[in-house]
């Protein structure tokens, strides 16, 4: 352990723990920051001290200084602590990508010849790495339906060892039952691992509902700024162990310029999340007004199908709409390329808009018929809607969806006039 930080308050509100948390009163240098450690090695004063480190090491306790830049970092002590407080755990590892917070700890708890199960409508890697990667090294998996969760208990084996579901999902937003998800596992002895990357510990502490692990992709709203990534998990203090020893041979650690950065963003994530609450309620409610769009997904709304455990589960809602244009996959083209105020890219949670058409970013190399079997659509879109002004955003929306109602409109009197002359 590089620095001993200064107890937490554990009765302090989430805003005030996302300044603080983790973090020494009195900082190198007189620093108000937490400094860089720019360094992969750490040096030792003399024989004696490298003794006292290894034995410590040996003995399985906390060391007191550094060693390697792989295993620890100064930076990164300061936001794994805070992470832990934010989420409600023991302790928290962060790690180079959320990708490898969720590989490294599957490859922690799962050997040749485990079962595990996944819930569908998530991340398209972590579908892959499970249903491909994780079959090469005897491990199985089975995907069942988000939401089924008579079919989740009946998918369990003797040789089940874990679940991994995300929630909210990508890109539907389902949201998972974690009181009754913990309940099932309980019964069965298996471990619970959640991926909360849409909800952020702000909106969601998937650990009060009884959950082992939770995980985040920290690019996306724990950074909050499309400059990093970062991945976390956290939990208890004896199985964020396990995992960081597995870690520190799979090397996928988090540079110490990344750490500083996280850093940054966290201690602002309540104010953005607070932002993106609000924003994404009123972007999910005009759209679900709107001629020109078929449907929406968003847990505020009380159309979407989990909309009541997620109001009894969340917080707030987050920045991420989906929704469905009333046009083919071209005119839906055409909508996203009428917008002026996101970017087109595949990420989210950043303080600037992003918005992606999935079947031609994220599931480009799929057919239609594969697209079709897991849900994507030519028409579907996933707006992440950032920390613009709510009205400047809507306003953008409501002109790029004139032009493809107009579009319509103007195709159903000309395929009219056709019918009506004769040449339909």
């Known amino acids: 352990m590089f620095t001993q930080p200064d107890a937490d308050r554990k009765t302090a509100h ?11 009163r009195r900082k190198p240098y007189g620093a108000l920051a937490m400094p860089i450690v720019q360094t992969s090695t750490y040096c030792f004063e003399d024989t004696a001290a490298l003794v006292e480190h290894m034995r410590r090491k040996e003995d399985g306790l906390e060391p007191v200084r550094g060693e390697y830049g792989r295993y620890g970092n100064p930076t990164q002590e300061v936001v794994e602590h805070k992470l832990a407080a934010l989420d409600g755990g023991e302790a928290a590892l962060v790690f180079a990508s959320g990708m490898a917070a969720l590989t490294a700890t599957l490859l922690t708890f799962l050997s040749a010849g485990d079962h595990y199960i996944l819930t569908e409508d998530c991340y398209r890697k972590t579908r892959q ?47 998972a039952d974690l009181d009754r998800i913990a309940a099932i596992a309980r019964r069965h002895d298996i471990l619970t691992l959640i991926d909360a990357t849409f909800a952020t510990p702000y909106n969601l502490r998937p650990l009060e509902h009884g959950i082992d692990l939770v995980a985040h992709s920290a690019t996306k709203y724990l950074g909050g700024h499309n400059d990093l990534l970062a991945g976390v998990l956290v939990g208890d203090t004896e199985r964020i162990h396990a995992v960081r020893e597995l870690n520190n041979m799979l090397g996928a650690v988090s540079d110490p310029h990344a750490l500083y950065l996280l850093l940054r963003g966290l201690k602002t994530l309540s104010l953005r999340m607070a932002r993106h609450n609000e924003s994404g309620q009123r972007v999910a409610e005009f759209l679900e007004t709107h001629p020109a769009v078929g449907r929406v997904w968003y847990p505020g709304l009380a159309s979407h199908p989990d909309h009541a455990i997620a ?3 969340m917080k707030g809602f987050g920045g991420v709409v989906s929704f469905e244009v009333d046009a083919d996959m071209e005119g839906t083209s055409r909508f996203i390329d009428a917008l002026t105020l996101p970017y087109m890219g595949p990420s989210l949670g950043g303080v600037e808009s992003i918005v992606e058409q999935p079947a031609l970013m994220s599931h480009f190399t799929l057919d239609e018929e594969e697209r079709a079997a897991i849900g994507i659509t030519g028409q579907l879109v996933r707006y992440a809607v950032g920390i613009e002004d709510a009205d400047d955003i809507i306003a953008d929306l409501a002109q790029a969806l004139a032009k493809v109602h107009r579009a319509a409109d103007a195709a159903s009197e ?7 002359s004769g040449r339909g």
């Open 414 to 420: 000309a395929h009219g006039k056709a019918l009506a």
């Open 311 to 313: 109001v009894q589960q």
């Open 129 to 175: 790495f499970s249903l491909e990667f994780m079959r090469r090294i005897g491990v199985s998996c089975s995907v069942v339906c988000q939401g089924d969760y008579e079919a989740l208990e009946a998918a369990i084996t003797p040789q089940t060892r874990l679940i991994l579901a995300e929630s909210p999902t990508n890109p539907y937003l389902r949201v």
């Open 14 to 24: 989430f805003d005030t723990q996302a300044v603080h948390a983790g973090e020494t």
